[in-house]
């Protein structure tokens, strides 16, 4: 499903990613860990498309991301859910509307938000909170509403960069159990992670990354 | 999905009022200026037209020309592209029209008989500039005795200044007012610009996220464009409805001070039928002046990024 060969990453002389290699299948769920700098987000930017490999290549589902034109970028990622550490919500937007706005980019029809909508929120606890205002919501809220956003639109990969990052333990925790619940229904989960104690709670593959190359010896757990 | 953009713009027109006051305010008076310059350019060649194209030139005939002469020369005359409306006066009929300037006074009128005004042809040229070619033309036929210009302007020459005038003046309103009206259409360009540009300052933050969760070019542009293009509907709905209203209410005392110069239509159908015309192009320079502006301002942001 999601292939990096050989990728290598400079941000002027800084390396950032040196020939990493890897591969996750679908449906799988896996954490991308590291310490600051390891190059855990540059992995998801290069997955989303936001900045392009100097060396190797990445691929989604059989298609070169360096491939992509400029144009076709948008509609390939809108098969990507992508739930941000700092959330990345319309701060002038409801809950509803934040989620919306998902529908609205792949062109979904309006008949079809609401029931949408609703269920997802279901799914992630905020169906109270739906008219509510981002400053209205905790950090926990935030990130679920980022959560629903990212997964309205039914998406094959979901993307999640240190989403507990802003987040207590307890908050954390009851968004990894809808993490966990997402994956149970078949969706594959690339989480790039610091926090050793969901590591070792949710017992899943692991990508460490250490100056931007892969520590195999932690390849997986 | 459009109603998502339009809720959008509208937010955004809320969120700054004074912005989109700004915008709207600019914008209608560019286009009431651009609708009353309008109405005065087509005033002014209307003035023009009938001083140019009213009667003019009398062909007075000899007392011998025949029925035949006359009419062969009166046809001739009517099939000149250059000449409009050819009117063949009678002895009689010139008498009657004696009369009838001399009613305040019927003593003169009752001292001649019709024998002593000659027959005549009374044709309008198309065109001022026409007339003294055909004017001498006439003047070599034989059945012409001499030719003249209608009086009342005081002559030839007098009506050729008065012509010359309006149209230095038409010119002058033409491209005076088109020189004016563009420099209030650049002005409403930049403060669009400006104002878009801050709008897209504002909403780097959203652009990045909708960028970030698939969202097109044209999704992300939608907004903007729904934006400016709701100043420009507004401005020209403004800035025409109050020109309108000015020159409906001045229109009876203007028509009256004009007497029979048409400077704008005597009837209600023909009025809005121009006032149409005017907001028809405005609404279609409106769209251009807002895509324009908002599709720069995008572009513009985009480099400096």
């Known amino acids: 499903m999601v292939k990096f060969k050989d990728v290598t990453k400079k941000f002027g002389n800084v390396v950032a990613l040196e020939k990493v290699s890897f591969e996750v299948e679908k449906g799988e769920f896996v954490f991308i860990t590291g310490p600051s700098g390891a190059g855990k987000t540059t992995i998801l930017k290069l997955i989303l498309g936001e900045i392009l490999p100097d060396g190797g290549g990445v691929s989604v589902n059989g298609v070169s991301v360096g491939d992509l034109s400029a144009s076709e970028i948008p509609f390939y990622r809108q098969g990507i859910g992508t739930v941000f550490q700092d959330f990345k919500v319309l701060p002038e937007r409801t809950v509803r509307e934040n989620v919306e706005v998902a529908l609205a980019v792949i062109g979904l029809s309006q008949d079809e938000w609401d029931g949408r909508v609703k269920h997802v929120l279901k799914l992630v ?18 990130q679920r509403t980022s959560l629903a956003r990212a997964l309205v639109v039914n ?8 989403p507990t990052g802003n987040l207590d333990w307890e908050t954390s925790d009851s968004i990894m159990q809808i993490f966990e619940k997402i994956h149970k229904e078949g969706k594959t989960v690339i989480m790039a992670t610091h926090n050793e104690e969901i590591i070792k709670k949710y017992k899943k593959r692991v990508i460490h990354l250490v100056g931007g190359r892969m520590n195999n010896g932690k390849h997986s757990s | 999905m459009a109603n998502i953009h339009l809720k959008t713009a509208l937010d955004y027109i809320k969120r700054s009022p004074f ?10 008076l560019t286009f009431f200026v651009a609708t009353l310059v309008s109405i005065l350019v087509y005033s002014s060649s209307q003035l023009l ?12 005939l000899k007392d011998n020309a025949t029925e035949s002469q006359i009419a062969e020369l009166s046809g ?11 009117k063949y006066v009678s002895k009689e009929e010139a008498l009657a029209i004696y009369k009838k300037a001399t009613s305040d006074n019927p003593l003169l009128g009752e001292l001649v008989s019709p024998t002593i005004f000659p027959a005549s042809l009374e044709f309008s040229v198309n065109d001022l500039t026409f007339a003294q070619g055909i004017i001498d033309e006439v003047k070599n036929e034989t059945v012409v005795d001499s030719v003249g210009f209608t009086a009342a302007l005081g002559g030839e020459e007098s009506l050729q200044d008065v012509v010359g005038r ?15 009206t563009g420099i209030l259409a650049l002005a409403s360009f930049m403060i669009l610009l400006i104002i878009i540009s801050m709008r897209i300052a504002m909403r780097r933050e959203e652009v990045e996220i909708l960028n970030l969760i698939g969202a097109t070019r044209k999704f992300i542009r939608s907004p903007i464009i729904l934006e400016t293009l709701i100043y ?10 109050i020109a309108f209203i000015m020159v409906l209410y001045s229109a009876p005392g203007l028509l009256s001070y004009f007497g029979d110069v048409p400077v704008l239509p005597r009837d209600t159908l023909s009025l809005l039928i121009i006032f149409g015309v005017v907001l028809g192009v405005e609404f279609v320079f409106g769209i251009i002046l807002s895509l324009s502006g908002s599709l720069l301002a995008i572009s513009r942001v985009r480099r400096a990024r």
Do not use: C, H, N
């Open chain 2, 232 to 241: 420009s509907t507004v401005g020209v709905m403004i800035g025409w409805t």
């Open chain 2, 49 to 60: 037209s009938y001083f140019e194209t009213r009667p003019q030139v009398i062909a007075f």
């Open chain 2, 166 to 180: 309006l149209r230095t003046i038409t010119t002058y309103v033409r491209f005076g007012g088109g020189i004016f």
């Open chain 2, 76 to 86: 001739r005359l009517s099939s000149d592209t250059r000449i409009k409306e050819v």
């Open chain 1, 125 to 142: 606890g905020l169906e109270k909170q739906i008219d509510l205002f981002p400053r209205q919501l905790s950090g926990g809220e935030l």
């Open chain 1, 155 to 162: 998406p094959k990969i979901l993307l999640a960069d240190e």
């Open chain 2, 19 to 28: 912005q989109a006051l700004a915008a709207t305010f600019v914008l209608s």
